[in-house]
């Protein structure tokens, strides 16, 4: 059985078996995590599925009074740690943006209470002064991590340009190269405010249908090619890859038709010549 979890609302799920529990929608439930047990919201119930699940977590058990009550100091210390953040920045004059902070109670293996405080900068910044104050404002160890872009997008999350929650901020576990050639290769327009996402770098989802692209390249004739279709000779105008098929102009009346991509191949053509020879 698995079960999903969210540590935030509309944020990234984590898969655990549930073992002996059986959490519903809703649930709060404790999650096993670096720094010890963690709190987070059952997104969905604990369902039996088709796949091996000895490599996923399992769950600790329900939440209960206690935990919920040490969640809620948690979130409360890091409100505090982002404001105190924020406020220090500004009097430093440094140019950051505090994207987000986490928390670590005391008590948990590894040491005390600790502060993690993840920005984004044009460059690199001298904040040994920030982290001593900071130190000082909140009484617990601080330490600062720098984000790129792509981080800092799959960190605050948002919404893409398809309208859907970002990929980064809900399923993807690794960014995958994304190169300029992709969105050549699938005739997108080039403007980058259109093949950009919120980080400002090339969209990840270019790479989802990109192998589907090269694939019908290889076996499709190429614009401007003549071909022989069942309505007639031709030269191919146009390439639609989803529904693969090519769109032809017919050399009889200058119509176009569309055709799929196995009845005008070039493969197919060269079979035909050869054995009608």
């Known amino acids: ?18 073992g002996e529990f059986r959490p519903q929608v809703g649930d709060r439930v404790l999650v096993p995590t670096d720094d010890g047990p ?12 088709g796949e091996d699940t000895d ?13 919920l009550r040490r969640d ?10 982002k404001v105190a953040a924020k406020r220090l920045i500004r009097e430093h004059g440094l140019p950051m943006k505090v994207v987000a902070v986490d928390h670590v109670l005391g008590g948990a293996e590894g040491g005390g ?3 993690m405080v993840y920005f984004t900068a044009p460059h690199r ?18 330490e600062l991590r720098q984000l790129s872009a792509r981080d800092s997008a799959r960190v605050q999350g948002g919404i893409g340009s398809c309208g859907r929650d970002l990929c980064c901020a809900t399923f993807l576990t690794d960014f995958e190269p994304v ?13 980058p405010l259109r093949i950009s996402g919120a980080c400002g770098r090339l969209m990840c989802c270019l790479k989802y249908e990109h192998p589907l692209y090269t694939r019908f390249a290889e076996s499709a004739p190429p614009v401007g090619s003549r071909v022989t279709t069942p309505e ?14 090519v769109t032809v102009r017919l050399d009889a009346d200058g119509s176009r038709c569309s055709c799929s991509r196995a009845s005008v191949c070039g493969p197919r053509q060269a079979h035909d010549e050869h054995y009608n020879a």
């Open 125 to 142: 910044v001298d904040f040994r002064s920030l982290v001593r104050d900071l130190g000082a404002t909140l009484h617990c160890r601080v």
């Open 55 to 67: 490599g996923f977590p399992k769950l600790v058990g329900l939440a209960q009074e206690e935990d």
């Open 72 to 81: 809620e100091l948690l979130r409360r210390r890091k409100a505090e740690a």
């Open 113 to 115: 209470e600790r502060t």
């Open 179 to 191: 190169t300029i050639r992709m969105a050549k290769d699938q005739d997108l327009p080039l403007n």
């Open 38 to 49: 963690e709190v987070a919201e059952c997104v969905w119930a604990a369902q039996w599925v």
């Open 1 to 18: 059985m698995l079960c999903a979890v969210s540590f935030n609302r509309y944020g990234r799920l984590y898969y655990l078996d549930p």
């Open 232 to 245: 007639g000779d031709g030269r191919v105008v146009a390439h639609n890859v989803p529904r693969d098929s």
